[in-house]
């Protein structure tokens, strides 16, 4: 190993942030390498003390080993879906394995376990949060194969490490599908419907790609509005078909994966003692069972269905009103027809609006929200390295002005980056000793980019999107936490998204979204009449919306709850659980399952009901801030305090409780939107 490694090197830039402009790719595997090695000694001295093992001497000190290859586990995986490369994804498929045995060589260490149990049986008197960790930590031995004999432990192993890299292969698959197709067009026939902000993105998409014309792509900024406002139905057709087929069947095929990825899963959780892989998952979330999932997941769709069933009939009947001649709305007619008809019956087109969201002005507006409800402040630094020349560092400060985090944001698409949008950390939040580290806190988007002729024009979707993952950025920002495994985000899968959809809310409220949003060319205020088209829009096919979150759901927990695998494919298995709950028709050869990465690449297998879950709680929580005031900052404080300071230093329901008063109830986000 190379001494001078910068991963490796103190960072010596402002807040020990991240020496990006000195990493480069062949420096991570001997990184890894070398963190792995003193991880495993520092693990080793916990286990080989010749005291008797206590809390501080075995469960708090195995909390901070390893943190340095933490730290580079956290920058190359964030690297890996920001800005990859062929080169990072091949690293990744070496050093997953790697970390895979690593992690088991800690988890299955016999002698460590029988510290950790040592220390677990006597049931020491310990604070809320010390008292947690240690049932975290003797969970975590317990369901990483432990206490396993010794030919499952090693199976428990090899199942893990497959898992591994089949996850990042999905990942790899899905973005390359999705870069994969373009539509080119170079007639202008082509583009009728089309805003000119479509339109000049487009033709910025081919002119960097050295073609005449337009393009468009699967990226959400490009697919969605030629969806919503294309009136060429072969076209939109084309294009739905390529974006609803990625990943299924082709060099990029995932079907298979995923029927590998569930069969391992199953048999981990099998060998542990398990029923299915939901039942082991759900264990260490506020659901806990699959039996309560599906139960909530029922409760939503029971009224839900006939509601969005009724919305998609009223649309069709609108189209055909209006020259729709097919029997039927496929789901390439559907974006546009709906489109029309908000514009029709709630007089709101909402490419009226984008002129007056400039991404700069909805940052600072972002960030002045979070002025009033915390009394945060956010500079912007030219002194913190960053990834990409894209990518903007804030540093973010409390109200009495000490210092309580770095905020990097990276807005636009590129070829390396992965769709969607997302909040990650680079460092999060804990205290050793007396040092209170804090946190570098990350939030990644695929938002439009600029033209030649316009600044960054967000849609009111990309605002709420960016409130959305702002939310998360705060709970990683604020946070207080002992531990680093019990900070900031760090919290039960079904809790996390509170936060972030709790934020959504201000994206449809006329004194946030007046006091900031003004025409980039006219600087006129948003006028109110069209934000108050916005709000009695806000419910517009919120059944519709809904049974597709549900939907999400449903088949996640069908994937997860499976004994052994169906005899079919991952696209016949995917149709036979969502046809009751079709509002649309089924298109052959088309499924989302293989472009599914929450559940099949990311952390959210067995929990994508979380997000309805944590809106329900998320419904609750802001009628608090509605019968107070919307920048209350009483309500705002007493959020802070129990929720996004605490991360996970208690049992999450007892901290919304601890906010709220109460617990919450499905029915709080069924009146929320409107859906009786």
């Given at each position: 190993m190379k001494t001078e490694n910068p991963l490796l090197q103190a960072s010596g830039a402002p807040f020990g942030a991240p020496r990006f402009d000195l990493f480069h790719t062949e420096d991570y595997k001997s990184a890894f390498c070398e963190a792995i090695r003193t991880a495993k000694a520092e693990v080793e001295s916990i286990a080989s003390n010749p005291a008797a093992p206590d809390f501080d001497n075995t469960v708090a000190a195995l909390e901070y080993a390893g943190m340095q290859l933490q730290f580079l586990e956290d920058i190359f995986f964030n690297l890996l879906e920001a800005e990859s490369s062929p080169a990072m994804e091949d690293l990744a498929e070496e050093i997953s394995p790697l970390l895979t045995e690593y992690s088991m060589s800690v988890l299955q260490n016999r002698i460590l376990f029988e510290r950790v149990k040592a220390v677990h049986d006597k049931a020491p008197m310990l604070d809320p949060a010390?008292?947690?960790?240690?049932?975290?930590?003797?969970?975590?031995?317990?369901?990483?194969?432990?206490a396993l004999p010794d030919a499952d432990k090693e199976a428990f192993s090899r199942c893990q490490e497959q898992l591994s890299l089949l996850e990042l292969q999905f990942g790899k698959q899905s973005l390359?599908?999705?870069?994969?197709?373009?539509?080119?067009?170079?007639?202008?026939?082509q583009l009728d419907g089309l805003s000119r902000f479509t339109i000049d993105s487009a033709a910025e998409e081919a002119k960097e790609r050295g073609l005449d014309g337009w393009v468009f792509t699967l990226q959400y900024p490009s697919y969605h509005p030629f969806m919503r406002e294309s009136r060429n139905r072969p076209l939109r057709e084309k294009l739905y078909r390529a974006y609803a087929s990625r990943a299924v069947g082709g060099p990029d095929d995932n079907t298979g994966l995923i029927r590998e990825i569930v069969s391992l899963r199953i048999r981990m959780a099998q060998l542990l003692g398990y029923r299915t892989y939901a039942d082991y998952a759900l264990e260490r979330r506020m659901a806990g069972f699959p039996s309560a999932v599906l139960s909530f997941l029922d409760r939503l769709m029971g009224p839900s269905l006939p509601a969005a069933r009724i919305e998609v009939a009223d649309i069709l009947s609108f189209a055909r009103e209006n020259g729709f001649a097919e029997e039927e709305l496929q789901p390439w007619d559907?974006?546009?027809?709906?489109?029309?008809?908000?514009r029709h019956h709630y007089d709101l087109d909402t490419r009226q609006l984008k002129p007056y969201f400039q991404l700069e002005s909805c940052v600072d507006a972002v960030f002045s929200l979070a002025g009033k409800l915390y009394g945060l402040t956010f500079r912007q630094r030219n002194d913190i390295p960053v990834y990409h020349p894209e990518v903007r560092t804030f540093e973010v400060r409390d109200e009495d002005g000490s210092h309580l985090g770095v905020l990097y944001m990276d807005f636009f698409p590129r070829k390396g980056k992965r769709g969607g949008a997302w909040m990650t950390e680079f460092r999060g939040q804990y205290r050793k000793g007396e040092e209170d580290v804090r946190p570098l806190v990350s939030i990644v988007t695929n938002f439009t980019k600029p033209t030649g002729d316009s600044p960054s024009l967000l849609t009111h979707d990309e605002l709420t999107t960016l409130l959305h993952e702002f939310g998360h950025a705060l709970h990683g920002l604020l946070s207080r936490g002992k531990y680093p495994s019990l900070s900031g985000t760090h919290v039960a899968r079904d809790f996390v998204e509170l936060p972030s959809q709790l934020m959504e809310n201000w994206a449809f409220e006329p004194e946030f979204l007046q006091g900031f949003a003004r025409h980039y060319l006219t600087g006129e205020t948003l006028p109110a009449s069209l934000v108050e088209r916005l709000v009695r829009a806000r419910n517009y096919l919120a059944a519709y919306g809904q049974v597709r979150?549900?939907?999400?759901?449903?088949?996640?927990?069908?994937?997860h709850t499976l004994e052994s695998l169906p005899d079919e494919t991952a696209v016949d298995f995917e149709n036979r659980v969502l046809c009751p709950y079709r509002t649309l028709p089924v298109v052959e050869g088309t499924a989302q399952?293989?472009?599914?990465?929450?559940?099949?690449?990311g952390g959210y297998s067995a929990g994508y009901y979380s997000y309805k879950w944590a809106e329900v709680l998320e419904a609750d929580a802001f009628e608090a801030f509605r019968?107070?005031?919307?920048?209350?900052?009483?309500?705002?404080?007493?959020?802070?305090?129990?929720?996004?300071?605490?991360?996970?230093?208690?049992?999450?329901m007892d901290l919304y409780v601890s906010f709220r008063g109460h617990a919450p109830e499905p029915e709080a986000l069924l009146r929320k939107l409107g859906i009786s």
């Open positions: 010390s008292d947690k960790l240690l049932k975290n930590t003797y969970l975590d031995f317990i369901r990483s194969g432990a390359s599908a999705t870069n994969r197709f373009i539509l080119h067009l170079e007639e202008e026939g559907f974006p546009y027809w709906s489109e029309q008809y908000r979150q549900l939907q999400f759901g449903l088949v996640d927990m069908a994937w399952c293989p472009t599914f990465g929450h559940i099949f690449s019968e107070h005031g919307i920048f209350d900052r009483a309500t705002a404080a007493s959020f802070r305090k129990n929720i996004l300071e605490r991360g996970s230093s208690e049992d999450e």
